[in-house]
């Protein structure tokens, strides 16, 4: 009886490290419209996945990051946008009225998802893998608009701060070099 349990205690452990353990790219979380997806969606591009937010001294960076986006797309390049109203409530909208600040100020057109917390007790697991103890680049992110670079291969390549402008030579270099391997 007590090799039952303790195979079945392996189990269970087991169980639970492959939930944790997730690759990034099966992480479920929402677009703006609701439904759910992942970053499978995604699979074979090279993606800057960046916390936004519309009233925050980063907020010009959308300029800066729909330039990035549209010079690189045709390349394989995407940015997914996560609103996020985690520091000093600076995204406090509703998914419709983020959409419509987003493209009717800054002509926004890459993919903005569904508001999230980055965060804190209720952080979003894709923000968990991205950030906990067991990620490439741990650590809370800091402030709107950090930044985490994917290879195609789904591996994460850089993490770049908020104060990181995505037309820096730092970002546009890292993209690029992402861009050009096809192995990542």
């Not at 985490?148 to 701060?161: K, M, Q, Y």
């Not at 104060?163 to 690029?176: F, I, M």
Request: net charge negative; hydrophobic share 40%.
């Amino acid at each position: 009886m007590g090799f039952f349990y303790l195979t079945l205690a392996v189990a269970l452990a087991l169980t639970m490290n492959r939930a944790i353990a997730m690759p990034l790219d099966q992480i479920p979380f929402r677009s703006m419209d609701g439904s759910e997806t992942t970053l499978h969606q995604y699979a074979g591009k090279v993606m800057l996945i960046v916390n936004v937010a519309s009233r925050c001294g980063n907020t010009p960076q959308y300029a800066a990051l729909e330039k990035l986006y549209r010079d690189r797309m045709a390349q394989g390049f995407v940015i997914l946008a996560f609103p996020c109203n985690d520091f000093g409530g600076q995204e406090p909208g509703t998914n419709e009225e983020i959409k419509d600040f987003c493209s009717g100020t800054y002509d926004v057109t890459f993919p903005i998802m569904d508001k999230i917390h980055v965060k804190g007790a209720d952080q979003s697991p894709l923000y968990t893998a991205l950030t906990g103890d067991g990620a490439k680049f741990p650590g809370d992110v800091r402030w709107n608009f950090g930044k985490f670079l994917i290879g195609r291969n789904g591996e994460v390549l850089s993490r770049f701060e908020p104060s990181v402008k995505p037309d820096s030579s730092e970002v546009t270099r890292a993209v690029d070099a992402a861009l050009n391997n096809t192995g990542q």
